[in-house]
């Protein structure tokens, strides 16, 4: 399935590759033949030009004034090419531009689809996967209290893993319809950043995840969506730092603004990819980011849900390795 994945993709590759090659050669073409019509047309003139001149009779006193006209139509003519030439010129690199940046965001947004349903399919099926093999050992062996609760524990999580891809994904979609009714609420944010610490701790007992969040805070809004925002970067932060690196959660609140932090010791995101981590779908162009798991909504969501609380995230390099993200609401 793989190597059939893998031929698709290099005849993909190869058939966009031959879609760019004739699309520049249509478009070299038409400059190319557009250049000869206005050189053809110059030249016509010029003779046309020349034929009425022979045609004068040097001894009548109109002369110079017939010749001067002649003259001046053919200047009059040739400023007439050029600028018609040079307007259908820009006209068609122009609409050529505009055209190979569509035709390659659509590419590019269909690229991403594949890689996002590829995702979403190992996403759906690695838990149901773990959760039904854990179940079926718990009913085909006898096993000791510690183990069960381990296996129990272990399903647990797969499920948990599987309500947050739900949610995401439903989300995303009432986001994109503009269906999501915002719900307005006054939140102990200090509070909710604690309790999402806190289950994550429980959920990975093995990472050392620091919590060091300020205690009162307040602010009116969707408790759901925070919820989900501050997971999201949770995760986020988990996924993509090895398991003996730290991850640290700052919140604090400076004069009307509350600020919270996240911090990871992973192998960081370059300065070029920064801004397109926050794009749906968004998962290429880094090696450490296409072997995690994820579907790509994640922060796409959590900027999303940030911005409906008229906030604003930003992602920083955590020295000397790592990443920090950074919500201001």
């Known amino acids: 399935m793989a190597y059939s994945s893998k031929l698709t993709a290099s005849f993909k590759i190869k058939r966009l590759r031959t879609i760019y090659v004739l699309y520049w050669f249509l478009l070299a073409y038409i400059i190319v033949a557009l250049t000869y019509w206005f050189m053809v047309l110059n ?5 046309m030009a020349d034929y009425k001149i022979q045609e004068l009779q040097p001894d009548k006193s109109t002369y110079v004034q017939q010749l001067q006209k002649i003259e001046i139509e053919k200047k009059r003519k040739t ?6 030439g040079a307007t259908f010129f820009l006209l068609i690199v122009l609409g050529a531009v505009v055209v190979f940046r569509a035709v390659r965001r659509q590419f590019r947004q269909s690229q991403q689809q594949q890689n996002f349903m590829m995702a979403i399919t190992h996403e759906l099926k690695t838990p149901i996967a ?5 179940l079926e050992t718990l009913q085909k062996h006898k096993l000791s209290e510690e183990q069960q609760q381990q296996l129990i524990s272990n399903t647990l999580q797969e499920a948990g893993r599987l309500n947050t891809l739900c949610n995401n994904l439903l989300l995303a979609s009432q986001i994109e319809a503009g269906d999501y009714k915002l719900t ?22 093995k990472r050392n995840i620091n919590l060091a969040a300020d205690h009162d805070i307040y602010l009116t809004g969707d408790r759901l969506l925070l919820q989900m925002a501050v997971n999201n970067l949770l995760d ?16 604090k609140k400076e004069n009307d603004q509350i600020k919270l932090l996240i911090k990871d010791e992973g ?11 926050f794009n749906k779908f968004y998962r290429v162009g880094n090696l450490h ?32 390795r790592g990443s920090i993200f950074e919500v201001k609401l």
């Open 43 to 47: 030249q016509l003139n010029k003779k």
């Open 79 to 84: 400023v007439q090419y050029v600028s018609e």
């Open 130 to 134: 773990i959760a039904k093999l854990n």
């Open 184 to 205: 307005t609420e006054k939140i102990d944010f200090s509070e909710l950043v604690t309790e999402s610490a806190t289950d994550f701790k429980m959920r990975f007992p």
């Open 236 to 251: 986020n932060a988990i996924k993509y730092s090895g398991k003996e690196e730290k991850i640290e959660v700052h919140l």
């Open 267 to 277: 192998k960081g995101i370059p300065d070029d990819e920064k801004n397109k981590i």
């Open 289 to 320: 980011t296409k072997e995690a798991k994820g579907t790509g909504l994640g922060l796409y969501l959590t900027k999303k849900i940030v911005e409906q609380h008229n906030g604003n995230i930003i992602v920083t390099n955590n020295n000397p």
